[in-house]
């Protein structure tokens, strides 16, 4: 198993589709890049899939290799941790739409022989899993031991949950929603209309020129990250503290300590994401509402899965807040399906998934043994 050239770091896969999109487009070939780690077991019941979040990708639990950086999630997964390789066969996929291999944007569109851009279709939530569903079948893993996700990953899990019911055994929901609300798509409209506002967006044609839009993904990155933060965190961390001067320069420069930080996580963004890719992902977030996909109930998308769930949610998080976890409680409760939920408390908003969190490895250690 170990030198099946399926399983591995840094795997890409065009798999023929078509793939029949919620928009109506057919999507031909399906390109996903992922990474697995560990063995699969010979009755393939060990399969984890981890659902990454807006700007994450497949390197969950290795370094990246555009900023060297560790896998975002190694709080999370590797030995001794809740996810551990050296019992679960761990799979991370980058989503459709995105930039690190899977098809999006940057890709080629076989029709034209040049980056598809905007004639990319819109993609969904269902989408991304749809295609994660393909990979699986490549992979030959039938029924997930259980699917995890934070923030967009948590919405991944979710749909999978309902669009898949019967290939999982367990899912694991944080700090995200069942549907994004009219302030979440607010945020969103602002980092989109800031990319299409720069010159150099040309309509999305920029990738020939090379010299993508740069400016508007930095502010669009900028705006976004504010949302990932809470107020007590960016004050405790940067407070009205001026950055490398004694006094206002009167200016309009980068007078304080949160402005530096801000500009510094807007330009390291550019260095490793498409702009285009984000116009779509984020879109995808937006159109996300899994009562709508069922009736408007959102009790009805959990009805056919014999899945249990696990979600937590994080009291300073003002982007997903507890109580639209707690919806997705009420709505599990209402069909009848076995939910575990806790509120964590964490100085560090949204972000407090990917950051030191070890009471959240605990409940999630916890859940996934207890179904052993």
Known sequence: MNHDQRFGLSRQVALPGPLRLDGGALLSPVEIAYETYGTLAPDGGNAVLLCHALTGDQHVASPHPRTGKPGWWTRLVGPGKPIDPARDFVICSNVLGSCMGSSGPASTNPATGRPYAMAFPVITIRDMVRAQALLLDHLGVGVLKAVVGGSMGGMQALSWAATFPDRVRACVVIASTARHSAQNIAFHEVGRQAIMADPKWRGGDYYADQDPPAAGLAVAR??????????????????????????????????????????????????????????????????????????????????????????????????????????IVQALNAAGRPVSFVELSSPYGHDAFLLEAPEMNRVVDGFLKGGA
């Open 222 to 327: 900028m705006a976004a990250h504010i949302t990932y933060l809470s107020e007590a965190g960016l004050t405790e961390k940067f407070g009205r503290k001026l950055q490398a001067r004694d006094a206002k320069g009167f200016g309009f420069d980068a007078d304080f300590q949160v402005e530096s930080y801000l500009r510094h996580q807007g330009l390291s963004f550019v260095d490793r994401f498409d702009a285009n890719s984000y116009l779509y992902i984020t879109r995808a977030l937006d159109y996300f509402d899994l009562a709508e996909e069922h009736g408007g109930l959102l009790a009805h998308a959990f009805r056919a899965t014999a899945a249990r769930f696990c979600l937590v949610s994080f009291d300073t998080d003002w982007l997903y807040p507890t109580l639209e976890s707690r919806h």
